[in-house]
């Protein structure tokens, strides 16, 4: 039974949060797009370029690899991550001493802030002080070298947050009412087509949350790449906000970093609309 | 009543007088004197309370520039002069100390040192900590070992570093992530082959100053000594924050290091038995043949300085608080006795007396008081929309990914577009 969307109260309710996103996010969004419309070096005065820079955005080189690290990132993290975290969801969500043990130590790499956690992973993968080194067959071996730096930061990146995912999918299949799977035995089903037939099509909303978590995170992020390689070596892990960075706040160009900034605020809204809007995959209606 | 009063007084005393913030950053002078000696003008000044804020090396930049261009956060604020602190200037957020600095205070410093800060005439800063050529450090028991002298020319330089690689031993450290220790080389190589007028034609953006014959050499010769894989594994993405390359060369893992000299600091601080064993060796960067760079010639950092913001709450006890630091007796002899050379005039004999390494100190004063030639960082002192795709370019030519020509090409291209 819905209430009608005329109710005051609920519109009072639905007010508050929608000022504060609009004021914290919204905004400031808007205000990087009109950024996007000037030439600025951060300190001086600004100058009003209409879409020059947004021009040079489509013919900048750094841009479009920057676009493509940023996919490329995003693929490598929904590839890890989400494979891994619905097993251990499922793993974690059953009885047992150990499991539920475990569940709490593999929480923590989510309790770190992201630069803390890249620096210790900058210290571990030292290729001439960390564990690698201890490792004879892999001693001189650089997890940050311009070949696997973004494979690196892919896994460590996963690290961190597969327990977040494994919690969403925990949660989610405890919620698949056990007789489903004790009906689908007595029918003679096996392990594998219970959890091909019942759990993945049950998990679907699941998946496709976390799967929208994961793409929108990793396209913007930042944090622990910045830590460990400043988009480095060369421009081998710059994804889209490793250049606005360095635009904006190193070479003190502003204007063009917000261009990137703004860009990347649209193909994120893009991205949602596709995955989560009327239309998108998680939109319709599923029975 | 009363109680209003005493509302009105708590509120209104705090902004008879008004306290200050001091950024810095997180190195040792820093560290170890400055905390002191705010605590003793806080103690003759309640009514101006100085308050340090420290921030790691490389995030401080972005940190110092942000809070700027936002006017908002420090007083005072430790920089490196050049054309990084020059485009503050033309901003508008720097004070201009000129009025303010007397004969007095201007003669207790070398000329030289008050040439970063120095733009159009006027002065936008002090001198703060010490003279900081870029030096080559090596390892004294390695070379024993391998019966090598330091060397003195580029040739021999190049052959050092084949027999220390033929011994298992890497020949050089450098942190390739941070970029900036990359300039070094370039740096003196450029000033070594054609002079100081290589760097000044680009400092000035003139045209074709970075087709200058000497620009190419200089990288020709970089692609040379990269060719020879002569860095520690991972020395891409090192970063000189970390301290993990610094921990390398202590622990005789490798042989030599090209760094300015607070890295002699940083040594006595985190490896003071490496230090004390005598083990650490220094050599001026070798001349290279066929050049004609004068080879007494220096790069690095002038020294580091405090400017004063131009938004401070606090203009007058800034003003007094840097003045004060620079007459300070104590900080000179805290400097000496850690290895440092203020760059103080007529200190010759005082670092015989107070020096707690006199060889170091002797060494490092010489080569500041014959160099007829003391070029900035290049990174500090070209404008940032240069500096930034320069270190990138660089570490893309010591990586190989770009010939010597395509990096010449790249910076010409880059420096037409800033002109």
């Known amino acids: ?287 | 009543m009363r109680k209003w009063i005493g509302l009105i007084l708590l509120l209104g005393v705090p902004s008879l007088g008004q306290n200050f913030e001091v950024w810095a950053i997180n190195t040792w002078a820093v560290d170890q004197f400055f905390p002191k000696f705010i605590q003793e003008w806080n103690r003759k000044n309640p009514n101006a309370q100085a308050r340090l804020i420290q921030f790691e090396n490389d995030l401080y930049k972005q940190r110092l520039f942000v809070a700027l261009g936002a006017k908002s956060g420090p007083d005072v604020f430790y920089n490196w002069g050049g054309g990084v602190l020059e485009s503050y200037v033309k901003a508008g957020v720097v004070e201009d100390l000129t009025p303010s600095i007397d004969p007095a205070w201007k003669n207790r410093f070398l000329d030289l040192a008050w040439r970063g800060v120095t733009f159009d005439g006027r002065l936008y800063g002090v001198p703060s900590t010490y003279l900081q050529p870029v030096v080559w450090f090596y390892n004294k028991a390695v070379f024993r070992r391998l019966n090598l002298q330091p060397p003195q020319t580029w040739s021999q330089l190049l052959a050092a570093v084949d027999r220390i690689k033929a011994a298992g031993i890497t020949p050089i450290v450098v942190a390739g992530g941070s970029k900036w220790p990359l300039l070094m080389y370039q740096e003196y190589l450029a000033d070594r082959i054609g002079g100081p007028e290589v760097f000044e034609g680009i400092v000035a953006n003139r045209p074709g100053a970075w087709q200058h014959p000497a620009i190419l050499r200089s990288a020709e010769l970089i692609v040379q000594l990269a060719a020879k894989n002569p860095f520690q594994p991972g020395w891409e993405s090192a970063q000189y924050g970390t301290g993990t390359v610094r921990a390398l060369f202590a622990t005789g893992r490798a042989a030599m290091q090209l760094m300015g000299v607070w890295e002699f600091g940083a040594l006595v601080d985190e490896h003071p038995d490496f230090v004390k064993s005598g083990d650490l060796g220094w050599f001026a960067f070798p001349r290279v043949e066929g050049g004609q760079g004068d080879p007494r010639n220096l790069a690095g950092n002038f020294t580091n300085y405090l400017s004063v913001s131009s938004f401070s709450r606090n203009k007058s006890a800034s003003i007094r608080f840097l003045r004060e630091l620079s007459f300070s007796d104590e900080y000179v002899r805290f400097l000496l006795r850690n290895g440092a050379i203020p760059p103080a005039r007529n200190i010759g004999n005082l670092i015989r007396q107070e020096g707690a390494y006199p060889d170091w100190q002797g060494f490092v004063y010489g080569l500041v008081e014959k160099a007829p030639y003391y070029v900035l960082s290049w990174d500090q002192a070209m404008p940032p929309q240069l500096a930034q795709p320069y270190l990138d370019n660089l570490q893309l030519l010591f990586l190989r990914r770009i010939s010597a020509q395509e990096f010449v090409d790249r910076m010409q291209r880059l420096a037409d577009g800033l002109r």
Not at chain 1, 84 to 103: E, H, K, N, W
Not at chain 1, 167 to 191: F, R, T, V
Not at chain 1, 272 to 283: A, D, E, P, Q
């Open chain 1, 1 to 287: 039974m819905m209430r009608s969307t005329r109710d005051p109260g609920l519109l009072l309710l639905y007010s508050i949060p929608l000022l504060f996103y609009g004021l914290t996010v919204l905004l400031p969004i808007l205000g990087t797009l009109l950024l996007s419309f000037y030439r600025w070096d951060g300190i001086g005065g600004r100058e009003w370029i209409g879409l020059a820079n947004w021009g040079q955005l489509l013919r900048d080189e750094h841009f479009s690899h920057a676009l493509k690290i940023s996919f490329v990132f995003t693929l490598a993290a929904w590839v890890v991550q989400t494979p891994v975290a619905l097993g251990l969801g499922i793993y974690f969500a059953q009885r047992g001493l150990f499991r539920q043990t475990a569940a709490v130590f593999a929480f923590l790499p989510l309790l770190f802030s992201s630069t803390a956690v890249g620096i210790i992973w900058l210290y571990m993968l030292d290729p001439n002080l960390g564990i690698l080194y201890y490792i004879p067959p892999l001693r001189g071996l650089n997890p940050l070298s311009e070949s696997f730096a973004l494979a690196t930061l892919a896994l460590v990146t996963s690290w961190q947050y597969i327990p977040f995912h494994t919690l969403l999918y925990q949660a989610a299949y405890q919620g698949i009412p056990h007789e489903l799977y004790e009906a689908a035995s007595l029918d003679g089903a096996g392990e594998w087509d219970a959890f091909w037939h019942i759990t993945l099509p049950l998990l679907r909303p699941t998946i496709i949350t976390s799967s929208f978590i994961i793409v929108v995170g990793s396209l913007t992020y930042f944090d622990l790449i910045w830590v460990m390689t400043q988009g480095g070596p060369g421009y081998a892990t710059t994804n889209l906000p490793v250049y606005l960075y360095r635009l904006a706040f190193q070479s003190q160009n502003v204007g063009y970093g917000a261009t990137v900034g703004a860009f990347l605020a649209l193909l994120a809204l893009g991205l949602s609309w596709l995955l989560v809007g009327r239309s998108g995959v998680l939109g319709r209606r599923w029975s």
